[in-house]
């Protein structure tokens, strides 16, 4: 069996190379960062297998690649770049990625929840423009921070933050229990959290779950941090809560559409945060995640 990477870019075809051994089935790199749905008939043609980093695979498209029977999702999120089930009506078996990423992401999260609570994203734009705006920021020791949704990013989270001096308080659809970690309903999470951070996996029961009527009863003047998928989260009403204050501010990593439109309004706003769906880009990850990438292609393959 082969396989191709069909997004690696740059920066992940470098990675790609370091963490190779021998006896890896074959898989050839493609350095593009983009590839069109189009397209893919054509590239695939031959492979058995794909790694797929974000390109949008359509259940339409990939019905005209007859040879290909995996797609290795380089992550958690494959819903938001393919339908799973229509794939495996196809016999196409998608495989995701667990855990190779939660430190480095549980850090990005936090690292936003600073940048929000200190407003450093509006000052550094302000003194780029010449100007010197100040803001009085929120003290975060002290504070409460509410986790929705509780996997591996989340228990990293929990960790730096009661670190901090925050306490830490969750919500998970299951029941749970962390050290220094306070469970509770979700009614409770939203009325007490100074900080809300987004952990929850995209699928069917999540799509839109941050709904305008959860926005509503957040507790006012929350700082909102979301490392998970833009599409947990209704997007309109978070714009509004943001004009009217209700959000304080949202420090956001992911979007319902990347890359983020031109003149989103999420772009013009003072009181967001934005990152470029890079919470898991560190070089540690990055070869953790490509390994256990060709760990799975050689399980698929059959080598031992």
Avoid at 215 to 231: E, H, Q, W
Wanted: proline share 4%; net charge negative.
């Amino acid at each position: 069996m082969k396989g191709l990477f069909i997004d690696a870019g740059t920066e992940l075809a470098d990675v790609f190379d370091t963490v190779l051994r021998t006896g890896d089935p074959r898989v050839d790199v493609n350095r593009a960062e983009q590839v069109e749905a189009e397209a893919l008939p054509s590239l695939l043609a031959g492979y058995d297998f794909v790694l797929n980093d974000h390109t949008q695979m359509p259940t339409a498209a990939l019905r005209r690649c007859a040879g290909l029977k995996h797609v290795i999702f380089l992550g958690t999120g494959a819903r938001s770049y393919m339908n799973p089930e229509e794939l495996a009506e196809l016999g196409i078996t998608v495989h995701i990625i667990k855990g190779y990423g939660d430190t480095a992401v549980a850090e990005h999260a936090i690292a936003l929840m600073w940048a929000a609570a200190r407003d450093v994203a509006r000052m550094e734009r302000g003194i780029r423009a010449g100007g010197w705006p100040r803001s009085a920021g929120m003290q975060l020791t002290g504070k409460t921070i509410g986790l929705l949704g509780f996997g591996g990013i989340a228990a990293e989270v929990a960790r730096i933050a009661a670190g901090s001096g925050m306490t830490v308080i969750a919500w998970n659809r299951t029941p749970k229990q962390a050290p220094g970690v306070t469970f509770m309903d979700l009614e409770s999470l939203l009325a007490q959290s100074q900080v809300l951070s987004v952990h929850l996996l995209l699928n069917d029961e999540t799509r839109g779950f941050l709904s305008a009527e959860r926005i509503a009863r957040l507790r006012p003047g929350v700082i909102l941090v979301n490392t998970a998928r833009g599409a947990v989260i209704d997007e309109d009403a978070m714009v509004a809560a943001l004009r009217s204050g209700h959000i304080r501010h949202a420090a956001l990593d992911v979007f319902a559409t990347e890359p983020l439109p031109a003149g989103h309004d999420l772009a013009t706003l003072d009181n967001v945060t934005l990152t470029a769906h890079s919470a898991f880009r560190t070089p540690e990850a990055s070869e953790t995640l490509l390994r256990r990438a060709l760990d799975i292609a050689r399980r698929v393959s059959g080598v031992e």
